[in-house]
T-cell receptor, first 113, second 113 residues
Framework: GDSVTQMEGPVTLSEEAFLTINCTYT??????LFWYVQYPGEGLQLLLK?????DKGSNKGFEATYRKETTSFHLEKGSVQVSDSAVYFC????????????FGTGTSLTVIP | NAGVTQTPKFRVLKTGQSMTLQCAQD?????MSWYRQDPGMGLRLIHY???????DQGEVPNGYNVSRSTTEDFPLRLLSAAPSQTSVYFC????????????FGDGTRLSIL
C-alpha cells in the first residue's frame, strides 16, 4: 500500500543554515505530493505541493522537487530563520476509492539565533 | 472564509464519559477525515468519509464513532472515554477532485483523567 517515510528528527539548525528534510514515498499510482507545516499550538497548513514528476513546489523560500525515479520529495530551504521553527510533514494523495491521504511522521525543526 | 471549524478547542473528561467533537466545513468538500496526533506518533487516521452517508475506518478506529449525515458536518464521538484517548484531534477536508490537498482545522486538545 501507499506510505510516506520521512527523515527522523528533531533537527536543530543555526539561523541562515541550509535545510534539507528527506521524504520518500511508496504509491500504487501517480500521487500528488505535499509538504505541510505545523507551528506550535496550531493545525497543519499546506506549505507547497507538486502534482506530477519533475514539478517543483515552492513557497516562502522552501522548495521540493517531485522525483519519480527516486520516489522522493525532499524539502529544502537555503537560509532558515527562527520563524521557520515548526514541525514539517510530508504527505501524498492518490485518487483512490478509499483513504486518499498518507502522512509521514513529521520532522521537528528548531532554528536557533 | 471559515474553512474547517472544530469545537471545542479544549476539553477535560473523566474516564467513562462520552462526548462529541464537532467538525464543520464550508467549502463543499466531499472528503473529510479525523486524525489524532500524539507525541512521536505523527498523525494517525481514525475515520474518514468520502461523502455524505459514507464512512470508513482508518488506522486507529477503536473507541470512536463517526457519522456523515450532511456534506458539511463530520462529528467524532467518544463513547466511553479512556486515558489512552488523551490526544490532539484534527479534522480535515478536501474536494474529491483527485490529488487535492487537505484543509485542516485548528484541533481539539482532549485530556481524559
Amino acid at each position: 500500500g501507499d506510505s510516506v517515510t520521512q527523515m527522523e528528527g528533531p533537527v536543530t539548525l543555526s539561523e541562515e543554515a541550509f535545510l534539507t528534510i528527506n521524504c520518500t514515498y511508496t504509491a500504487t499510482g501517480y500521487p500528488s505530493l505535499f509538504w505541510y507545516v505545523q507551528y506550535p499550538g496550531e493545525g497543519l497548513q499546506l506549505l507547497l505541493k507538486a502534482t506530477k514528476a519533475d514539478d517543483k513546489g515552492s513557497n516562502k523560500g522552501f522548495e521540493a522537487t517531485y522525483r519519480k525515479e527516486t520516489t522522493s520529495f525532499h524539502l529544502e530551504k537555503g537560509s532558515v530563520q527562527v520563524s521557520d521553527s515548526a514541525v514539517y510533514f510530508c504527505a501524498l494523495s492518490e485518487d483512490n476509492t478509499g483513504n486518499q491521504f498518507y502522512f509521514g511522521t513529521g520532522t521537528s525543526l528548531t532554528v536557533i539565533p | 472564509n471559515a474553512g474547517v471549524t472544530q469545537t471545542p478547542k479544549f476539553r477535560v473528561l473523566k474516564t467513562g464519559q462520552s462526548m462529541t467533537l464537532q467538525c464543520a466545513q464550508d467549502m463543499n468538500h466531499e472528503y473529510m477525515s479525523w486524525y489524532r496526533q500524539d507525541p512521536g506518533m505523527g498523525l494517525r487516521l481514525i475515520h474518514y468519509s468520502v461523502g455524505a452517508g459514507i464512512t470508513d475506518q482508518g488506522e486507529v478506529p477503536n473507541g470512536y464513532n463517526v457519522s456523515r449525515s450532511t456534506t458539511e458536518d463530520f462529528p467524532l464521538r467518544l463513547l466511553s472515554a479512556a486515558p489512552s484517548q488523551t490526544s490532539v484531534y484534527f479534522c480535515a477536508s478536501s474536494p474529491t477532485v483527485s490529488n487535492q490537498p487537505q484543509h485542516f482545522g485548528d484541533g481539539t486538545r482532549l485530556s481524559i483523567l
